[in-house]
Every structure is written in C-alpha cells, then in structure tokens.
C-alpha cells in the first residue's frame, strides 16, 4: 500500500459521496508544507494531509504549521492510515496531542462522509 492509493481511493469516495465536489490532489516540489488534498463543496473548503503509517510517519514541521493556519481560517485535517489497519482523523488544533485512539479499518467512505457533515456544519 502507498500513500498514494490511499489518496486516490479517497477521493473516489468523497466525490461518491458530495457529487458536484471539486477535489484537487496538491504537489508542488518547490512550496513545501501544502496539504495533499483540497475539498470543495457547497461553498466551503476543506484542506487534508494524508499520511500512511507503515509502521509510523512523519508530522513535518511545515505540514503541521500550514495545517494549523489553514485550520485556523478554515476547516483542516490530517488524516493517518495506520498499517494494522486503523485510521486516525485530527483537526489541526489537536496537533500536538498524542493519537493513542482511532478507527477500526481503512475506511474511505467513512472519511468521506465525516468531511461532508463538517462541511454542512460550517
């Protein structure tokens, strides 16, 4: 599994979910710090930085620091697929707490739709 195929299966799963969404996959080898994904639908925007945890990842420094002013003037997430399999969702003002907890399985949908009720709710 790669961090990649995650992020594709992602996405299917959220434009399933929220038709009419427009999801851009974010690589910029010159700005570091940008998040993976951006979501937007229903006139807001939600920024996402997926990790794959085999058997651990990284939190960089400047990932973090953009996810927390993204999150700050926005809506902002990461998101960890655990390798055993688990995923974790943590909102950019819960950074630096630690992860001990998370969700059974690696499922998209589920994301898909917790970033949908997040959407509707702001």
């Given at each position: 599994m790669r961090e990649s195929s995650l992020t594709s299966s992602l996405i299917l799963a959220l434009e399933r979910l929220m038709p009419g969404c427009v999801v851009l996959k974010h690589f910029d080898s010159v700005t570091t710090g940008i998040p993976d994904l951006s979501i937007t639908w229903a006139g807001r925007t939600v920024w996402m930085e997926i990790k794959?945890?085999?058997?651990?990842?990284?939190?960089?420094?400047?990932?973090?620091?953009?996810?927390?002013?993204l999150g700050m003037a926005g809506i902002a997430y990461y998101v960890i697929f655990e390798s055993n399999p688990k995923m974790i969702?943590?909102?950019?003002?819960?950074?630096?707490?630690?992860?001990?907890?998370?969700?059974?399985?690696?499922?998209y949908g589920m994301v898909a739709a917790f970033i949908r009720e997040r959407i509707l709710a702001a």
């Open positions: 794959w945890a085999h058997p651990t990842y990284e939190m960089r420094a400047d990932q973090m620091e953009t996810v927390r002013r969702i943590i909102r950019q003002s819960n950074l630096d707490e630690d992860h001990d907890y998370g969700i059974p399985g690696h499922n």
